[in-house]
């Protein structure tokens, strides 16, 4: 049984490496994309949270402004989970904030912050 030469066979697992390079560095890339995505809308909801967690009316709106768009552009399960605790701080800055609904904003911005 002859098995050819040594360049034939270094050719072959060449064009089978490059084949699966091709075939998987998109998927790679994409998933790379979406877990910087992910990390870029955990620090925007947590960054706004704390300023309009201070009282900023004005925060308050971008942090609406944000999640509302968020939940359009979104396109994962987990940026949809980043958006609803992001609503649910949103809740809680809505009425007049109390010692509970802080220890509530500071859990659910520190679920957060494992994302980011």
């Known amino acids: 049984m002859v098995i050819g030469p040594l360049s034939?066979?270094?050719?072959?697992?060449?064009?089978?490496?490059?084949?699966?390079?091709?075939?998987?560095?998109?998927?790679?890339?994409a998933h790379r994309?979406?877990?910087a995505r992910q990390?870029?809308?955990?620090?925007?909801i947590v960054h706004l949270t704390?300023?309009?967690e201070t009282g900023d009316e004005t925060a308050r709106k971008e942090l609406s402004?944000?999640?509302?768009?968020?939940?359009?552009?979104?396109?994962n399960s987990k940026e949809q989970?980043?958006?609803t605790t992001g609503m649910e701080i949103l809740r809680l800055l809505d009425s007049p904030i109390t010692q509970a609904d802080k220890e509530?904003?500071?859990r659910l911005l520190a679920s957060i912050k494992r994302v980011a």
Do not use: D, Q, R
């Not at 064009?15 to 998109?26: D, Q, S």
């Not at 990390?39 to 925007?44: D, I, V």
């Not at 402004?65 to 396109?75: A, E, K, M, T």
């Open 81 to 83: 989970e980043l958006i």
């Open 33 to 35: 994309a979406s877990k």
């Open 39 to 44: 990390k870029k809308f955990a620090a925007s």
């Open 104 to 106: 509530e904003i500071n």
């Open 8 to 29: 034939e066979w270094v050719s072959a697992f060449a064009e089978i490496l490059a084949v699966c390079v091709a075939l998987f560095l998109p998927y790679y890339t």
């Open 50 to 52: 704390e300023v309009a």
């Open 65 to 75: 402004g944000f999640l509302n768009v968020g939940f359009l552009i979104s396109n």
